[in-house]
């Protein structure tokens, strides 16, 4: 009797396990395309690589990644959009900086930041440089420092505009410095590198690719990299925190989140294999000529981190003076 039991049981197991691998043969993840959102119009980083990474993943998971690009109001239409789709993996929001930046600049979200998403990973992380124009005297972060106490409010930096990250760099170096510079907005980031070439702007925090060659061939001075650690690109110029500002980093970084409430195991497959991709030679080249480094962590890793820049954004958005919208 007992073996007859215990070979029934067996045979029950066995169709259970038959019945589980008929049925996710049979709907497999994913059966359809991806749509991953783009907070930023076509041809910017963000849409250069969501679709560096889509098209890996295509190949992948064996179904199309659609970048669909939904700019607008510092990226909260695209994350609306994903925060309110239905959370069965279809849906994927590749954000920047700029989704940690919003929480601070907008006073009622229809979203939360982290709460209404599940992180997946980061996908990739860019320094800023501070660029000073030749005719400023400071060569160090720690002379520049000293000539901003000296002379408040005297020294301007440009940036992108109000509220971008390159804006939001001053205003922490303001913050975490004790010094008091002024900032000057502009439209388009190139009449900015021109200005200050030519002297009629002081400082700016520009992107690594876009002054490179200005600061090889020393046409304006690299005072400090933003990151935690020098750059392999420019190994003799310091980060601002070793520069005499300690804590301080900014990056400019990019990561996927899926609507919060999506299965753990869709979850865990979209991590695996954008992980995968991210680590491919030709996908981490792809990267590297953007200007940004390869970087990924896991979902609690990257949850962690998204909770950390909404509230050093909060905070210096809240020091600057700016009035959420």
Do not use: C
Request: without cysteine.
């Amino acid at each position: 009797m007992k073996s007859l039991i215990w070979g029934v049981t067996v045979i029950l197991l066995l169709a259970r396990l038959h019945v589980g691998a008929s049925l996710a043969a049979e709907f497999p993840y994913p059966t359809k395309p991806i749509r991953m959102l783009v907070g930023f119009g076509p041809g910017g980083a963000a849409d250069i690589l969501g679709r560096i990474l889509g098209q890996k993943l295509t190949e992948t998971l064996g179904q199309q990644v659609v970048v669909d690009n939904r700019p607008g109001a510092t990226t909260t239409i695209a994350a609306e959009t994903a925060a309110n789709a239905t959370p069965n993996g279809y849906t994927l929001l590749l954000i920047t900086s700029a989704h940690a930046v919003s929480a601070g600049i907008y006073k009622k979200l229809s979203y939360d930041p982290v709460k209404s998403f599940s992180p997946i990973t980061l996908i990739a992380s860019a320094s800023l440089v501070l660029v000073a124009t030749q005719s400023l005297p400071a060569k160090s972060i720690a002379e520049l420092i000293a000539a901003a106490k000296a002379s408040p409010g005297k020294i301007t930096f440009g940036s992108s505009g109000t509220g971008s990250i390159t804006y939001l760099a001053g205003e922490l170096l303001k913050d975490r410095a004790g010094i008091d510079i002024l900032h000057v907005p502009y439209k388009a980031m190139s009449q900015l590198q021109v200005d200050i070439m030519g002297g009629n702007i002081q400082l700016a925090f520009t992107s690594i690719p876009a002054s490179i060659g200005q600061i090889k061939t020393g046409r304006v001075r690299a005072l400090g990299v933003t990151s935690a650690k020098r750059l392999p690109s420019l190994p003799d110029v310091s980060t601002i925190a070793e520069g005499g500002v300690p804590g301080y980093e900014v990056l400019n970084w990019y990561g996927v989140l899926a609507p919060a409430g999506v299965p753990r195991d869709i979850a865990g497959k979209l991590h695996a294999q954008i992980v995968k991709s991210i680590k491919t030679p030709e996908v981490a080249e792809a990267i590297t000529r953007q200007g940004a480094d390869p970087e990924v962590n896991t979902p609690e890793e990257f949850r962690a981190y998204l909770v950390s820049e909404v509230a050093k954004w909060r905070q210096v958005i809240k020091a600057a003076g700016m009035q959420p919208e």
